[in-house]
């Protein structure tokens, strides 16, 4: 059975503080490994797709890498504006096409 | 470009009632998901229809349906409505039905089942 596992569950980090947040999966057959930002009331907004073990991308302070069991999310010198839920999500390559989303790490940077 | 619509974005109901949620995809996506996202949870996968077609379904009871019409719009039913429906409905879109395909989410219908 899929299964999508995100630490911590919460994080607060002063303003320039670097962290990251991970993801443990486990899928028969990884298609694509998705990360999403969602604000309060918001749906989740793409940020990345990871396919295969030792991708990397980056988008401003993200970086997002894969392994064969868990993806991390590192966020360089947050700002109060990277505050969010991040959530990490799989897609298998067999079955239904859907996203198998974790239950995400709640990101607090204060000023 | 206008990116994925949902409407209503709240409304309340009772139990046993029965609501009907819609969705209307980016220009020119021909896939519709729906997820529902309880509060503190993640998204969790309810149906997928590409070309008119359903194409996976999620373990929800039967009380969830939905359709997708010729112009790629979508609608969610849900009947006899339970307190734990109470959650925000998530509708993407995608621009193809298989592979890695990014989905793009619209802001959600948020229901509350008194």
């Known amino acids: 059975e899929d299964q999508v596992t995100q630490s911590p569950e919460a994080l607060r980090l002063q303003e320039g503080e670097s962290s990251s947040l991970n993801c443990s999966y486990t899928v028969s057959g990884l298609r694509g490994l998705f990360w999403y930002r969602q604000d309060p009331g918001k749906g989740p907004e793409f940020l990345f797709t990871l396919y295969s073990a030792g991708e990397e991308k980056e988008k401003e302070r993200l970086k997002a890498t894969l392994t064969k069991k868990e993806s991390f999310l590192h966020i360089t010198a947050p700002k109060p504006e990277d505050s969010a839920t991040y959530l990490c999500a799989v897609q298998a390559r067999t079955g239904a096409n859907n996203l198998f989303f974790g239950t995400g790490t709640r990101l607090t940077v204060i000023p | 470009d206008a990116g994925v619509t949902q409407s209503p974005t709240h409304l309340i109901k009772t139990r046993g009632q029965h609501v009907t949620l819609r969705c209307s995809p980016i220009?020119?996506?021909?896939?519709v998901s729906w997820y529902q996202q309880v509060l503190g949870q993640g998204p969790q996968f309810i149906f997928q229809?590409?070309?008119?077609?359903?194409?996976g379904r999620g373990n929800f009871p039967d009380r969830f349906s939905a359709r997708q019409f010729p112009n790629y719009s979508s609608e969610l039913n849900v009947n006899a409505l339970l307190l734990g429906d109470s959650a925000l409905y998530l509708c993407?879109?995608?621009?193809?039905?298989?592979?890695?395909?990014?989905?793009?989410f619209g802001a959600g219908s948020r229901l509350t089942v008194l």
């Open positions: 229809y590409y070309e008119k077609e359903e194409r």
């Open positions: 993407a879109s995608s621009s193809v039905g298989g592979g890695a395909n990014v989905l793009t």
């Open positions: 220009s020119g996506h021909k896939s």
